[in-house]
């Protein structure tokens, strides 16, 4: 078996499921599939409903994207494609691509945007991804989110494991997905804008996207 990079994707919603395929198909300059890919949901019963359905082959919400299907059914049948609800696989991620929700719901007509989610899904990450590893934030969060928030948790892991508050590599680049025939396309074909926390997050950011 190849020694590929393993990318965990977080969350296999309509966004993260997409870009587990997404990711699944990508090629060394060899042409061999350059990434093992994880998705990883929670362990309720719509997070365990599509995990079964990734590790079976099928996607697990409605699309009329042939290309999208063929490239799944491609990915189950390489084996470099499966899901779980286990999150110690974290633990073997050399990337991370976080794909949670984050929905803003009302209070007296008010916009109320609450963060608990998000930042319990970072602190999961950064309890038990490797030192060097590669964190993207794809859901489409405030501005401001990923410094007042996201780095903090991230740091107080880090700190906690006794590691460099540096030691793991934050990029954001916010998702573009658009469901229907051209689904798959929309991820892989369009043009990307992303930045890190770092310069030296950036270059990595870039290099796997």
């Known amino acids: 078996m190849l020694d590929r990079k393993t990318v965990c ?6 966004v993260g499921a997409a870009m587990a395929v997404a990711v699944a198909q990508a090629r060394t300059p060899e042409g061999d599939r350059a990434y093992q890919v994880i998705g990883v949901d929670r362990q309720t019963d719509e997070g365990e409903a599509r995990v079964d359905a990734l590790n079976r082959g099928v996607f ?4 009329v994207d042939q290309k999208l299907l063929s490239a799944l059914g ?3 049948t390489a084996g470099n494609l499966t899901a779980t609800t286990d999150e110690s696989v974290y633990q073997s991620a050399d990337v991370v691509v976080v794909d949670i929700p984050l929905d803003i719901s009302f209070l007296d007509e008010e916009p109320q945007l609450r963060m608990s989610s998000l930042e319990q899904a970072i602190r999961v990450v950064g309890k038990q991804v490797p030192a060097g ?10 501005p401001g989110t990923c410094e007042n928030v996201v780095v903090p948790v991230l740091q107080d892991e880090l700190r906690r494991r ?10 954001f680049s916010f998702e573009r997905v658009m469901p229907g025939n051209e689904y798959l396309d929309s991820i892989v074909n369009y043009w990307r804008a992303y930045a890190g926390h770092t310069a030296v997050a950036a270059d990595v950011c870039e290099s796997f996207l």
């Open 9 to 14: 994707i977080q969350g296999l919603g309509f």
């Open 60 to 63: 697990p919400f409605p699309t």
């Open 74 to 76: 491609k990915a189950h």
């Open 133 to 142: 590893a590669l964190v993207v934030i794809e859901t489409t969060v405030p």
């Open 162 to 171: 006794k590691l460099d508050q540096h030691a793991i590599h934050l990029a």
